[in-house]
């Protein structure tokens, strides 16, 4: 990471590299925990041990071989309301960035994690810290394989492999461009462009105004994903219905 030079103008201009740790959204945690922290501080690790995904889910990932970086933010313009918007523009980051190397089959699988076809590629945990009613700081952790080739699980993909690149990616740069993309992004949204971002961000979600199989308690019902709320509720018709879900409510059946 001796190299490391973003085109940004904050982001990933403070950057922390461990060769290895356990997570890099919990070295970012700490870090908040000093009080001493730059906005757009990030975190970059070659070898994380522990990662963490949505609904406590761990992550898979081989050292040297994948992009695992923790980016952290001073979101304070956002309302805790409004904090699913975060997601939105950072999603947006990432499929950009990726648009470079890939032409077809990326999505955003609600609520953050990114797929090509019925694989997934990575993912994205935020935890925020409140002061009030508002957004203190905010940790991006990001996950994306890059060059693993072999998965544990089947549904796992890598841009190597969607790609059909016969050489691996140089991670350092690939890092610089995801940090000027979700700056970009990052950018947008704290000017206001919260409802141009969602447009965007419904014509890029997995299965978006498609009928399919999900469940719920262990019961399998039809639905289409026709909105995202505020809060990142994930909308859906449900027969005659319009329903609600939180994070955790409901799950995609993929076969």
């Given at each position: 990471m001796h190299n490391f030079q973003p085109k940004t103008l904050f982001l990933g201009k403070n950057t922390i590299y461990l060769p290895s740790c356990h997570s890099t959204n919990d070295i970012a945690a700490e870090i908040i925990q000093t009080k001493r922290v730059f906005d757009g501080t990030i975190v970059i690790t070659s070898d994380q041990t522990a990662?963490?995904?949505?609904?406590?889910?761990?992550?898979?990932?081989?050292?040297?071989?994948?992009?695992?970086?923790?980016?952290?933010?001073?979101?304070?313009?956002?309302a805790i309301a409004q904090q699913f918007t975060l997601n939105?523009?950072?999603?947006?980051?990432?499929?950009?960035?990726?648009?470079?190397?890939?032409?077809?089959?990326?999505?955003?699988?609600?609520?953050?994690?990114?797929?090509?076809?019925?694989?997934?590629?990575?993912g994205v945990l935020i935890e925020n810290t409140l002061s009030g009613s508002r957004l203190a700081y905010s940790v991006v952790g990001i996950g994306l394989n890059i060059n693993q080739l072999s998965f544990a699980n089947d549904r796992a993909i890598s841009l190597r492999l969607a790609s059909q690149k016969t050489e691996d990616y140089v991670i350092e740069k690939l890092i610089e461009q995801l940090c000027e993309c979700i700056e970009k992004y990052y950018l947008q949204l704290k000017n206001g462009h919260t409802q141009t971002q969602k447009k965007k961000y419904l014509e890029r979600v997995f299965r978006f105004g498609e009928w399919h199989q999900y469940e719920q308690n262990g019961e399998r019902f039809l639905g289409k994903i026709i909105d995202v709320a505020e809060m990142g509720h994930l909308i859906m018709q449900v027969g005659e219905e319009v329903k609600k879900f939180d994070f955790k409510e409901v799950s995609f059946v993929i076969e």
């Open positions: 990662g963490r995904g949505q609904r406590g889910n761990t992550w898979e990932t081989l050292p040297n071989q994948n992009i695992t970086v923790s980016m952290i933010l001073k979101p304070d313009f956002l939105i523009a950072v999603s947006l980051g990432i499929y950009e960035f990726l648009c470079k190397y890939l032409s077809d089959g990326l999505t955003v699988k609600w609520p953050n994690d990114i797929y090509v076809g019925n694989r997934k590629m990575g």
